[in-house]
């Protein structure tokens, strides 16, 4: 029995900037084609302005999906969006797992470490080693040598930022971060069979095993003491 949540089930937090594709990529762990569960934007603007929580099963696992307002919000500013999702997360008591989402087609910069430091501020370094992965969205569908190279780079920056963050600079028994790509696009050549990117949903298997071996491992995240 993997499940250690005391309502049987992995309880996943969505964060990102806005735009990035957080309700897309809670859409597609759903297998929602039609964007029906979650709104998708298609601006810089984000739909999502309170957290939204969704409980499914995918791949034999139990999960509640957390979806949360993106940083840069056009609607509301980045303190009160932490806010509304501390305010949202403590009377859930627990949570299993920290998903950010980045746009692989935008550059690492200083709005990257600033968000990361939003995250920082949440939680401990502790749990964000444990409980914490990477998944960038918008992944070219082909993936050449200057993709890569490129994915390589992102790895080893990710992991820069969030031991700088976090004033860790000896690595040496630090876990790995976990950095995921995905493509999560829909395939409409058949709209009556669409599905989405196959890759994509295998992807997003190898995410969901990686959480539940981590649900084993580490405890949950209590959430009646976030900051």
């Known amino acids: 029995m993997f499940f250690k949540n005391y309502n049987d089930y992995y309880r996943i937090v969505a964060f990102g900037p806005t735009g ?3 309700s897309q990529f809670c859409n597609f762990c759903q297998n929602d084609l039609d964007n029906s569960i979650n709104e998708v934007s298609d601006s810089l ?33 980045d303190y009160e969006n932490l806010q509304k999702v501390c305010d949202f997360l403590r009377p859930k008591q627990q949570i299993d797992y920290i998903i950010l989402l980045l746009n692989f087609q935008t ?12 995250l920082g ?10 409980h914490f992965c990477v998944v960038f969205t918008h992944l070219p569908e082909k993936e050449n040598k200057k993709i890569k190279e490129k994915k390589t780079k992102y790895i080893e920056e990710i992991s ?27 395939n409409e050549d ?5 599905s989405f990117d196959y890759k994509s949903q295998k992807t997003v298997d190898v995410i969901l095993e990686n959480i539940k071996i981590n649900v084993n491992k580490f405890p949950p995240i209590d959430t009646k003491i976030l900051k």
Not at 108 to 117: P, S, V
């Open 107 to 118: 550059r690492l910069d200083d709005n990257t470490r600033d968000y990361i430091k939003i």
């Open 20 to 22: 990035v594709g957080k």
């Open 45 to 77: 603007s984000s739909c999502t302005i309170q957290p939204q929580s969704n409980i499914f099963k995918r791949s034999g696992i139990n999960i509640e999906l957390i979806d949360t307002a993106g940083n840069n919000d056009t609607n509301s500013k």
């Open 160 to 186: 820069k930022i969030i031991n700088e963050i976090f004033c860790l600079k000896d690595t040496t028994y630090l876990p790995e971060v976990k950095v995921y790509f995905l493509n999560a696009e829909i």
């Open 190 to 194: 058949d709209y009556e069979n669409k």
């Open 121 to 130: 501020n949440i939680f401990t370094p502790q749990e964000f080693y444990t």
